[in-house]
């Protein structure tokens, strides 16, 4: 709710700093444009500014936990009292620090979960990925690791990901690009399926065939993008 806020007041001082500084200083070059097309175009660049601060600065830091109780029937009664931990959006970049980190450390080691699954936007530009394979090695050491990329991945990597993909790996993660992972919890097996995001490779259900085709439907089955 506070993100709200801020965003409807930056948006807001943005629109009257145009209109007070540029409208009027520069007229004889902008008459033809209406004031509302102005002021239309300065909403969607405020908002593009806000929503890019957000992701870049704030977000990465912003960390909160989310319970969540899914019942899988198929499980039987021990099992289906585990726990799985989804992480989405770290945007880590060159800025993150030790304490954020060390708080999704934290949370780990409170819920002992079964399995991480990363489901994308790991980073926000490429000197995140320092801090996220310090993250995945420390986590790797007790707990596995699956991952699927999202747009903020390709996109601060110029869509060159197997050097990436590499070094997650390396770190102890999985990473399922439109790939099939079994995980044994007890004496079920769990399929977890990634399919990669879906601007990147947008025929989601070429996807989901490719990444389930070998898939025992028997078996209880968890799927992320």
Same mark, same amino acid.
């Given at each position: 709710?506070?993100?709200?806020?801020?965003?409807?007041?930056?948006?807001?001082?943005?629109?009257?700093?145009?209109?007070?500084?540029?409208?009027?200083?520069?007229?004889?070059?902008?008459?033809?444009?209406?004031?509302?097309?102005?002021? #239309? !175009?300065?909403? &969607?660049? @405020?908002?593009?500014?806000?929503? =890019?601060?957000?992701?870049?600065? #704030?977000?990465?830091?912003?960390?909160? #936990?989310?319970?969540? *109780?899914?019942?899988?029937?198929?499980?039987? %009664?021990?099992?289906?009292?585990?726990?799985?931990?989804?992480?989405?959006?770290?945007? &880590?970049? @060159?800025?993150?620090?030790?304490?954020?980190?060390?708080?999704?450390?934290?949370?780990?080691?409170?819920?002992?979960?079964?399995?991480?699954? !990363?489901?994308? $936007?790991?980073? @926000?530009?490429?000197?995140?990925? +320092?801090?996220?394979?310090?993250?995945?090695?420390?986590? %790797?050491?007790?707990?596995? !690791?699956?991952?699927?990329? @999202?747009?903020? /991945?390709?996109?601060?990597? $110029?869509?060159?990901?197997?050097? &990436?993909?590499?070094?997650?790996?390396?770190? =102890?993660? +999985? *990473?399922?690009?439109?790939?099939?992972?079994? #995980?044994?919890?007890? $004496?079920?097996?769990?399929?977890?399926?990634?399919?990669?995001?879906?601007?990147?490779?947008? /025929?989601?259900? =070429?996807?989901?065939?490719?990444?389930?085709?070998?898939?025992?439907?028997? $078996?209880? %089955?968890?799927?992320?993008?």
């Amino acid at each position: 709710f506070p993100s709200f806020i801020l965003l409807f007041l930056f948006i807001s001082v943005f629109c009257s700093f145009i209109k007070d500084n540029f409208l009027f200083y520069h007229r004889e070059v902008i008459c033809l444009m209406p004031k509302i097309a102005l002021k #239309i !175009i300065a909403g &969607f660049f @405020g908002l593009a500014l806000v929503m =890019g601060g957000y992701s870049y600065f #704030i977000e990465p830091n912003n960390f909160k #936990i989310e319970p969540q *109780v899914f019942k899988l029937n198929c499980l039987n %009664s021990n099992v289906a009292l585990q726990k799985l931990v989804q992480i989405s959006d770290l945007h &880590f970049t @060159g800025k993150t620090s030790e304490k954020t980190i060390n708080k999704i450390l934290e949370a780990l080691k409170k819920h002992e979960p079964f399995a991480v699954f !990363i489901t994308g $936007d790991l980073i @926000g530009n490429k000197k995140g990925i +320092k801090p996220v394979i310090e993250l995945l090695k420390k986590i %790797s050491q007790k707990t596995p !690791i699956f991952i699927v990329f @999202g747009n903020w /991945d390709y996109s601060s990597l $110029d869509y060159n990901m197997g050097d &990436f993909k590499k070094e997650l790996n390396n770190a =102890g993660a +999985k *990473v399922l690009v439109n790939e099939l992972a079994n #995980i044994e919890v007890g $004496d079920e097996i769990i399929n977890l399926i990634g399919i990669d995001d879906s601007f990147v490779s947008p /025929d989601v259900e =070429g996807n989901l065939k490719k990444a389930t085709q070998a898939m025992n439907i028997t $078996d209880a %089955s968890l799927l992320h993008s």
